[in-house]
């Protein structure tokens, strides 16, 4: 018989499949699979992690029911492409080390690109220049909706007053690029 809940705690984990690489019993590790022996002899996966404060595996979700008396074994999920000096201790052949040297440069110069985008596109939370705060968001709505002839109330929530502006930003954008 197999063990249970494997599909829970990959869709939990957001993994594809069981990690392979078995925990040496002393290194901190964030999230980890731990297979553990239920009370009726049956095997269960759970969710555990080790911290520099942890004295032994915390559990931090189990799937089942089933009380369990004690963990069998434990596969560290790895941090995926987190920090470059990782590739190096991944067990991995050259050729892949190479490739995810590569892939991770490639990440870190589109995470750049992306964020300077963002900075550059929002620069005023109220996505125009001229408007400063709540009360002049406010008046520019009531003139854009007078001018384009749209009834409805202002909104009096700054979140709802953002949302509207952004709504407007586009809607002029997209007159522009007409």
Not at 30 to 45: F, L, N, W
């Amino acid at each position: 018989m197999g063990i249970k809940n494997e599909k829970e705690i990959c869709e939990y984990l957001k993994i594809p499949s069981i990690p392979k690489k078995k925990w040496d019993g002393k290194t901190n590790y964030d999230k980890g699979v731990s297979i553990a022996e239920t009370t009726t002899g049956e095997k269960m996966y759970l969710v555990t992690s080790y911290k520099e404060t942890d004295t032994r595996q915390k559990v931090l979700k189990v799937f089942s029911v089933m009380r369990f008396i004690r963990i069998l074994e434990t596969y560290v999920v790895p941090d995926y492409m987190s920090d470059i000096s990782d590739i190096d201790d991944m067990d991995l052949d050259e050729k892949s080390k190479e490739n995810a040297e590569r892939l991770l440069v490639e990440a870190e110069i589109m995470e750049n690109d992306f964020a300077n985008e963002e900075d550059e596109k929002v620069k005023n939370e109220y996505y125009f220049d001229f408007i400063t705060n709540d009360e002049e968001a406010k008046a520019f709505i009531a003139a854009y909706n007078e001018k384009n002839k749209i009834e409805g109330r202002i909104p009096k929530e700054h979140n709802a007053i953002v949302m509207r502006l952004a709504v407007i930003y586009k809607d002029s954008q997209n007159k522009k690029n007409e």
